[in-house]
């Protein structure tokens, strides 16, 4: 099969095609012909290398997080899947590969394509979607009539966000340029703040929620909206001290991680707020 892949972290000129091997399959895992694969900022630091505290990934990598296909077979103890299945899914963070045309899927990730979406949309949704809800919905726990702001309204995760957030009923502040303004109202936005013309935490306070995209000085003054005992999920900063704990990382690296997040974790002091990374996982029932 032909593939995208790596043989060490680079920019693009480091990304070969050229054919390689099916990919080997466990009893619980689909083998997926990709008929449609999206490109997330995530594919990017992967090839990057900007990963690599996190995750690490043998070589040669190929590339891709999110696809769509179809069935061609099913390994021995797959219940839920057939030959033939439409499906999508954002593969596990150590079995990524969507950029070929087969994939090896675990079951558990894998979930049937709605009839009425073609495969390029429904390879959009699982990364950005599956964000989105485990941001709001199990971290953060937004609730109706809570406010919420959302970083970056007309991407790729900020769009969903938006529109679960409204379907919660909550009230929706979220950044964005100018000429998505009416973009984002159609979505559900209920408060959108020009990033260019305004600074947000001028214009909104006493937040619930924050869902932060852009890390760095965006993610400290993302502080100035929440109230006491609210919470500030990130996920595009440095993981915080506890994340990197939580997935048994080096020390060393934990130590690391605890140097480079230790503003947002001295503003989630002062403010009284939580601080939470958040790093998707696959999930086909979500």
């Not at 190929?62 to 179809?70: A, E, F, K, Q």
């Not at 069935?71 to 990524?96: H, N, P």
């Not at 919905?137 to 957030?165: F, T």
């Not at 130590?255 to 002091?269: D, E, G, N, P």
Request: net charge positive.
């Amino acid at each position: 099969m032909k593939a995208a892949f790596i043989d060490r972290y680079g920019s693009n000129d480091r990304v070969s095609v050229a054919d390689i091997a099916l990919p080997l399959m466990g009893p619980l895992d689909l083998l997926v012909q990709v008929h449609a694969a999206s490109v997330n900022p995530l594919d990017v630091k992967t090839r990057d290398g900007k990963l690599k505290m996190l995750l690490k990934y043998q070589f040669p990598l190929v590339l891709g997080n999110d696809l769509s296909g179809v069935v061609s077979d099913v390994g021995a103890q797959v219940t839920r899947f057939k030959k033939g299945d439409a499906v999508y899914a954002r593969l596990d963070r150590d079995r990524i590969g969507a950029f070929a045309e087969f994939a090896a899927v675990r079951e558990g990730a894998a979930a049937l394509q709605p009839t009425n979406v073609t495969f390029e949309e429904a390879a959009s949704l699982p990364l950005v979607a599956l964000t989105a809800w485990q941001a709001l919905v199990e971290i953060g726990k937004l609730r109706a009539n809570q406010r919420v702001l959302i970083h970056a309204g007309s991407g790729g995760v900020g769009s969903v966000a938006i529109q679960l957030a409204r379907h919660l009923g909550a009230t929706v502040f979220t950044t964005v340029g100018q000429r998505n303004v009416e973009l984002v109202k159609r979505l559900g936005a209920d408060v959108p703040i020009d990033y260019r013309s305004a600074r947000f935490e001028d214009v909104v306070q006493d937040c619930d929620v924050v869902l932060d995209s852009a890390g760095g000085d965006t993610l400290v003054r993302c502080f100035e909206c929440v109230k006491p005992g609210g919470v500030v999920i990130s996920i595009g900063s440095t993981p915080s001290a506890a994340f990197a704990r939580s997935w048994g990382l080096n020390p060393i690296i934990v130590l690391a991680i605890s140097v480079m997040s230790r503003k947002a974790t001295a503003a989630a002091r002062s403010h009284n707020a939580r601080y939470e990374y958040l790093f998707m996982r696959a999930d086909g029932e979500q």
